[in-house]
C-alpha cells in the first residue's frame, strides 16, 4: 500500500474522533495563540482585507484547523486533503457554523502524487494564486522534522524570507494508539514575486 492510500485510510477511519481528545484541544489552542499572537511573522495583513480579497489554502485541512486560526484573517478559504471522511467533516462544520461554500470549502485531492501532480479536479481558478498557503502536519512514527531539514525544504522549494520556530514546551499527542510528547514547529516562507499592491505576498 502507497504512503498516500496509508494516509487517506487512517485519516478516513479516525475523521469522526480526530479532534474530539481533550489533547487536541490543548495544541489546537496553542498553535492558534501563537500564529494569531505574530501574525505580521505570517505575512498577514499583506494586503488590505476590506478593500481586496485574501484567499488562504488550507492543504491537508483535515477538519479546518487552520482554516479556523486563519479564518478571521483572510476572505475566503479553500481545503484540500486525501481523506473524502476528513472533507466531509470540514465541510459540515462550516456550513453547521452557517458559513457559506462561497467563503469556506474543501475538496479531496492529493497534490503528492507524482503520477498525477497537476490533477485535473485541482485545475479550475478558484485553486490558483492564494495569497496565503498552510499546511499543518504532524509527524508520527519518525521525528523527521528538523529546523534545517524544513528550511531546506522551503528553499528548495523556493521560498525566501524562510523562518522557523518552535514552540518552547512540548505538546503531548495521541496518534495511532501512540502517546507523543512533541515540539510543535512553525515554518514560513514567502513566494518571490511581487504583490497586487508591490509588496511581496507571503505564503506558509
Ligand atoms: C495531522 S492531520 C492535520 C489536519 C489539519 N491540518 C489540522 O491541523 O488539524 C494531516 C492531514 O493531512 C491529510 N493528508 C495526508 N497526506 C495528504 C496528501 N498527500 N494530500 C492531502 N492531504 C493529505 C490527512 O488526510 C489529514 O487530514
Given at each position: 500500500m502507497s504512503y498516500a492510500e496509508a494516509n487517506r485510510r487512517y485519516f478516513d477511519a479516525i475523521?469522526?474522533?480526530?479532534?474530539?481528545k481533550p489533547w487536541f484541544k490543548v495544541v489546537n489552542d496553542r498553535v492558534a495563540t501563537t500564529l494569531r499572537s505574530?501574525?505580521?511573522w505570517v505575512g498577514i495583513p499583506f494586503t488590505d482585507s476590506t478593500t481586496q480579497p485574501v484567499r488562504l489554502l488550507d492543504y491537508a485541512c483535515g477538519t479546518g484547523l487552520?482554516?479556523?486560526v486563519f479564518g478571521p484573517y483572510v476572505t475566503s478559504t479553500q481545503g484540500i486533503d486525501i481523506s473524502p471522511n476528513m472533507v466531509s467533516t470540514y465541510n459540515?462544520?462550516?456550513?453547521?457554523?452557517?458559513?457559506?461554500e462561497d467563503v469556506v470549502n474543501a475538496v479531496v485531492g492529493d497534490l503528492f502524487d507524482k503520477s498525477d501532480p497537476n490533477p485535473e479536479a485541482l485545475s479550475g481558478e478558484r485553486f490558483w494564486d492564494f495569497d496565503i498557503a498552510t499546511k499543518m502536519n504532524a509527524s508520527i512514527v519518525v521525528p523527521h522534522f528538523t529546523?534545517?531539514?524544513?528550511?531546506q525544504f522551503f528553499a528548495e522549494a523556493g521560498f525566501v524570507d524562510v523562518d522557523v520556530i518552535t514552540m518552547k514546551e512540548k505538546n503531548y499527542?495521541?496518534?495511532?494508539?501512540?502517546?507523543?510528547?512533541?515540539t510543535i514547529l512553525f515554518?514560513?516562507?514567502r513566494r518571490p514575486m511581487e504583490g497586487r499592491d508591490g509588496s511581496g505576498k507571503s505564503e506558509l
Open positions: 475523521s469522526d474522533s480526530y479532534d474530539s505574530d501574525l505580521s487552520m482554516t479556523r459540515t462544520r462550516a456550513r453547521d457554523a452557517g458559513i457559506s529546523i534545517d531539514g524544513v528550511k499527542m495521541e496518534f495511532g494508539g501512540k502517546k507523543l510528547w512533541r515554518a514560513r516562507g
